[in-house]
């Protein structure tokens, strides 16, 4: 019997993940069905627990549903739980486990992908909402030389550094506290690029070997990137390898082999100009 996976958001026609997980299935040779399921923004659990009843064995969920998600989970992960959110469920024996996989794409997509090493090296996280806080584990795994966190609030950047106090530390403060501190790689983990705008960072953080990447995929030169050209940074990347590694790393938890993920970046990525 084909296995049934889907992606649950609001609104969610336009996600990838079908496209995605549909050559992921061809290129292992699995056999199962991707769909979309778009819940009403206050019926969320309802539709999940019909697709589970009608068979299905796990689902992607994108927003504004992965705080709903992790809270529906009778299981999750350190990542799941530390992020407060879950981008992945699995049900198997009537349980659901939570996973949240952001981080590790993200990690993946600037290591394997691009080439940029985390390890020793400085990195600056911009922001510190639901995204921040969702890839700051895998981040801290890597042992950067300085992990930096900066948001428009600096109250909201030190509140996630006491959060994630137990499990590793990283510097954290206003838009403009790192000023003087050339970064090898600022990730852009705020919606400013989603209303036209840049964040406040300062064009000091960016060096010509710096790598600036932008979370947000699909929408070429992002007012961030621009903001990092300007600033001489000559590498740029958005976030499309971040969403298919995750995905690859979804698949490998539901299905037990990961697929490649290098034809399907190339097909979904668009020039950043």
Known sequence: MTDRYAVIGHPVKHSKSPQIHTEFARQTAQDLSYGIVEAPLDGFVEAVNAFRADGGKGMNVTAPFKLEAFSLANEASERARLSGASNALKFDDGSIAAENFDGVGLVNDIQRNLGYPIRGHRVLLLGAGGAARGVLLPLLAEEPRLLAVANRTAANALALRHHFAGVGAFAAGGLGEFADTAFDVIINATSAS?????????????????????MVYGKGLTPFLALARASGAVRLADGVGMLVEQAAEGFLWWRGVRPDTRGMIERLTVPLA
Do not use: D, H, I, R
């Open 194 to 214: 989603l209303t036209g705008e840049a964040p406040a960072v300062p064009g000091s953080c960016f060096g010509a070997e710096s790598l600036a990447y932008e």
